[in-house]
Structures are given as structure tokens and as C-alpha cells.
């Protein structure tokens, strides 16, 4: 195999051991090839894996992941913008029925919420149903990956670290296929844009698992939404019960050209519907990314 791999993890990494991360991504992918009787014949070191978790934690205002869910699930000394950003995601989370709607109207019933969803009482209102009818999926998992989105799409100093390390990832004189995940998917689709990267990034496939690009929140605070010129092809998978990747890639979504490859029947069967392994484990996501490597 010519080209290599880079794997771009999600959130919730920080203090963990990266080589150990590392293997499980590719433990992963292995058991999603065995399902088709596939090996990833691909030596280790053109397995790429930039390692941000500990830096994004340390850089998010200092603060351990448990402060920062009380930070933002309690609405305490949050900006205006973050607020802004963090009810946004909510309101489009409820409009993609990842909520059940009875729920949310027992819950918001007598609040003053004429002016929409830019209402904290309303966003503890919502934060108490998730809590309630989203299996696997907790309150303070969505604040802290919110948080964590707005600290990279508002913070420069941030997103330059971030961006750096994903680069580096990349071999000279070889391609690669990037597979990225939750707010991995934003940190690669950033890099992948940057008109400086794109003459020495060269990318068969890309591809985005649980993504929450489509998210508008998300999209306005990225560069023009089009199709890296870098990527020859861009393939998008995610579980419909995914409350972080809440819409596909899809023209209504993200109107790019060409248009992006989506794959919406994943059956995630961790506990939240976004797990990594549950994706890489996928028998059609591991063959996408087995036939990018080995293709001539």
C-alpha cells in the first residue's frame, strides 16, 4: 500500500494514552473488515494518529471535564456568545425530533419562551429531557462536546494548536486517507479547506463518521461550505440516533459539489449511538476505507 492513514479523534480524550487510543481505533476498523474476511495489512507507522486530547482540555479554559459540564449545564459565567451557541445547537438538536416532543412540552410548559430558544430556562428545560428520554446520551456529554465545538470554531489560538497537529499527521510524497470523527470531522474539514494546506495535502478519500458539520451553529462559523479541492472523495456515515451527528451531509444540509457520499443505515450499538468503534466496526464504513487504501 502506497498511501496511509490518519485517524482524527472526537472529544472526551484527554488523559487517556494515545497509543492505547490509537489501537482501539484500529482494533476497530479490524473488526469491520473481518466481516467481509478483510486484513488491514498497513504497518504501523502509516498509521497516523495526531493525538489533541490533552491540549484541547487544557486550553478550554482550564478546566477538568467535570467543571466544565457544571460550567455549562448550570449556565454559570458562560459569554453571550456561548450561550447563543449552545442554545443553537439544542434548538436544532429538538428540531431534528432527537427529543421527543410530549417530553419537551411538559418540561417547557409555563416558561416564557416567545423570544424562541434563547432562553436559558429553556435550555435547562431541554437538558433535563435529554437526560430523560436519550439513552446513553447524558446532559453534560452534549454541554461539554457543544463546549468544546464553540471553544474550537471561536478561539484562534485553539484552533491554530488543533490545526497543527492534525497536519503534521500527514506523510510527504504519499496520499492519505483521513477518517475523523465528532469534532475530529470539523478539525479535519478545517484542515482540509485551508487553501494554504491544499497543494501538499493530497486525499483520496475522506471520510467523516458521526459529523456534526451540518449543524448551522457549526457551518457559520466555518470557511464557505464546499468540497475541499484536495479530497477526490468525501464519504459520510452516521447512526439517525446520533444526537451529535444530527443530519447527513445532504444537499438540504450542506450543499457541496461534489456532492458528498452519505450513509445513513449505521447501526451504532454503543451506548449514545456515536461511538468510534461502533462506527469503525460498521462492515460498509471498514470497506470504504479498505478499498481507498489498497486502490492503485
Given at each position: 500500500m502506497n498511501r496511509h492513514l490518519i485517524f482524527v479523534h472526537g472529544r472526551a480524550q484527554h488523559q487517556k494514552d494515545s497509543l492505547a487510543l490509537k489501537n482501539e481505533w484500529i482494533d476497530s476498523l479490524k473488526a469491520g473488515l473481518a466481516k467481509s474476511g478483510?486484513?488491514?495489512?498497513?504497518?504501523?507507522?502509516?498509521?497516523?494518529?495526531?493525538?489533541?486530547?490533552?491540549?484541547?482540555?487544557?486550553?478550554?479554559?482550564?478546566?477538568?471535564?467535570?467543571?466544565?459540564?457544571d460550567v455549562v449545564v448550570r449556565g454559570l459565567d458562560l459569554s453571550a456568545s456561548e450561550?447563543?451557541?449552545?442554545?443553537?445547537?439544542?434548538?436544532?438538536?429538538?428540531?431534528?425530533?432527537?427529543?421527543?416532543?410530549?417530553?419537551?412540552?411538559?418540561a417547557t410548559r409555563g416558561l416564557?419562551?416567545?423570544?424562541?430558544?434563547?432562553?436559558?430556562?429553556w435550555v435547562q428545560a431541554i437538558l433535563s429531557v435529554l437526560d430523560?428520554?436519550?439513552?446513553?446520551?447524558?446532559?453534560?456529554?452534549?454541554?461539554?462536546?457543544?463546549?468544546?465545538?464553540?471553544?474550537?470554531?471561536?478561539?484562534?489560538?485553539?484552533?491554530?494548536e488543533m490545526d497543527k497537529g492534525v497536519r503534521s499527521a500527514f506523510l510527504p510524497d504519499s496520499e492519505a486517507v483521513v477518517v475523523s470523527h465528532s469534532l475530529g470531522t470539523v478539525i479535519a474539514y478545517n484542515v482540509l479547506s485551508n487553501d494554504d494546506a491544499a497543494p501538499a495535502l493530497r486525499v483520496p478519500l475522506f471520510v467523516t463518521l458521526g459529523s456534526p458539520l451540518a449543524v448551522s451553529a457549526v457551518?457559520?462559523?466555518?470557511?464557505?461550505?464546499?468540497?475541499?479541492?484536495?479530497?477526490d472523495h468525501w464519504y459520510n456515515a452516521m447512526d439517525?440516533?446520533?444526537v451529535v451527528s444530527l443530519f447527513p451531509l445532504t444537499s438540504d444540509h450542506f450543499a457541496v459539489f461534489p456532492q458528498v457520499e452519505n450513509n445513513t443505515g449505521v447501526n451504532n450499538p454503543t451506548a449514545n449511538h456515536?461511538?468510534?468503534?461502533?462506527?469503525?466496526e460498521d462492515q460498509h464504513v471498514a470497506r470504504r476505507i479498505y478499498n481507498a487504501l489498497v486502490a492503485p
Open positions: 478483510l486484513t488491514l495489512a498497513l504497518p504501523d507507522e502509516r498509521i497516523r494518529f495526531p493525538y489533541y486530547g490533552d491540549t484541547l482540555d487544557q486550553m478550554a479554559h482550564g478546566l477538568s471535564s467535570n467543571d466544565a459540564a450561550e447563543e451557541f449552545f442554545e443553537a445547537y439544542l434548538a436544532e438538536m429538538v428540531s431534528a425530533g432527537k427529543l421527543s416532543q410530549a417530553e419537551i412540552e411538559a416564557d419562551i416567545r423570544r424562541g430558544p434563547l432562553n436559558w430556562g430523560k428520554t436519550a439513552p446513553g446520551v447524558s446532559a453534560a456529554s452534549v454541554a461539554l462536546f457543544t463546549n468544546d465545538v464553540y471553544q474550537y470554531l471561536h478561539q484562534t489560538p485553539f484552533r491554530i457551518k457559520a462559523r466555518l470557511p464557505p461550505v464546499a468540497h475541499p479541492k484536495n479530497v439517525k440516533r446520533d456515536h461511538g468510534i468503534s461502533g462506527y469503525l
